[in-house]
């Protein structure tokens, strides 16, 4: 059976990422328009503003209309499933090869624009931001470089771990990233302040939360999946150096919160129904999960994720970059239900708009590790680039970029577009 067939060109060709069974939405602004919420369709973005004005909504709910109208997501994700379900039916039909009601529309130049014209921005105003640390092969690699005895943490089979990040430095994709200073720690030799040596990316999947959960309240895992509206891709970068010498005993601090770059288009959860996949299964010997963290219908994601880097002088050379990391969601052992079930599980309030964020992403293989302090092995294994030259960590010019796609129905493939950032030099 083919995919479904839009009026929209583009969205038909058999490359691409964005047919009718995705329908991405984000935050976007243009020449001549304010910062508005779009809807992505084959190289094709749709000024949702524009077009509610111009009635292509108006069998919607007036609740959804509105939500569509404002420039964040925020309203539209309080709003829950039963609402998101209503509107993505809707922007299905109408794009659909034998709906006009876009198609014919008077004013159908005005509302869709072509999808280079357009600058992503944060998808919703984050009130807060979580990553976990959800990736065994992750935290087992890192655990042996600085634990080789006792690589996991005896809590973390038990609970998913993560730490509360700055939503003040979230940046959307596109955005150039400064080099922190910081203070760190040379070996045999007193701490230093300056900028970071140990420059990191981290390829990882983030989601939106949708109604969230009043203060005192808790989510089951069966709850907490309807709460989730949509993925995302998240860079949170990282300076290692400055991490290592600052995280004990609390853990993350001023090597995460210089900058966290997030991607500009939000796949919904009803978009990625044919990618879920069995939740982990726990070996022999791993301890049964407590009860509020039990789900017999958890689900993890088959969504294939890759990273590539290029440096200045490849882009001074146009050598296209380079693919650095390839894995999968799917290797996560915590499923996002969990993660959202454990963060309200002591009656933490999460809200609309609220990012949530998997932590790298890790594979069984050294080409699956998704930072370099796992790729290079704390810089001992360099990588080398085609323009001849090597890194143990990013170097001031390099630009990172995450990608990511998933099965969608009837064979077509699920894009999340870019999350890319370009590394500038510090500020000493």
Known sequence: MSAPQSWVTSANVSSTQFGLSNLPIGSFAAEGRGRRLGLRIGEEVI????????????????????????????D??????????????????????????????????????????????????????????????????????????????????????????????????????????????????PPVFGPSQSMDH???????????????????????????????????????????????????????????????WVVPMRSLQNARCAAPRRGNGDPQLLPYLAWDGDFGLNIAVSLHIQSAKMRELTIAPMCVSECNVSELFWTPSQMVAHHTSGGCPLRPGDLLASGTISGPTKESRGCMLERTWRGTEPIALPD?????????????????????????????????????????
């Open 388 to 428: 001849g030259t090597e890194r143990k960590f990013l170097l001031d010019g390099d630009e990172v970029f995450l990608s990511a796609h998933a099965q969608g129905r009837d064979g077509s493939r699920i894009g999340f577009g870019e999350c890319r950032g370009v590394i500038t030099p510090a500020v000493e």
């Open 76 to 189: 539209l994700l309080a709003l829950g499933e039963t609402a998101w379900d209503q509107a993505w039916n809707h922007f299905a039909a109408i794009l659909s090869s034998d709906n006009a009601t876009l198609r014919d529309h008077h004013e159908r130049a005005s509302i869709m624009m072509p999808q280079w014209g357009v600058s992503m921005r944060l998808p919703s105003d984050v009130g807060d931001y979580t990553d976990f640390y959800a990736s065994l092969h992750h935290a087992t690699n890192v655990g042996t470089m600085f634990r080789p005895d006792n690589p996991l943490l005896p809590n973390w089979k038990h609970l998913p771990i993560a730490y509360h990040g700055r939503s003040s430095s979230l940046v959307p994709t596109g955005t150039s990233v400064r080099r922190p200073c910081g203070q760190r720690k040379p070996t045999d030799a």
């Open 202 to 264: 981290e390829l990882e999947m983030g989601f939106l939360i949708g109604p969230g959960n009043r203060l005192g309240d808790r989510l089951t895992p069966e709850q907490a999946s309807k709460h989730i509206f949509g993925f995302v891709l998240v860079n949170d970068w990282s300076a290692r150096d400055i991490q290592s010498w600052e995280y004990q005993p609390l853990g993350p601090f001023l090597g995460k919160n210089f900058a966290t770059t997030v991607g500009g």
């Open 47 to 74: 000024d949702l503003f524009r077009a509610a004005e111009g009635g292509v909504f108006s069998s919607l709910d007036a609740k959804i209309r509105d939500a569509l109208t404002k420039p964040v997501l925020n």
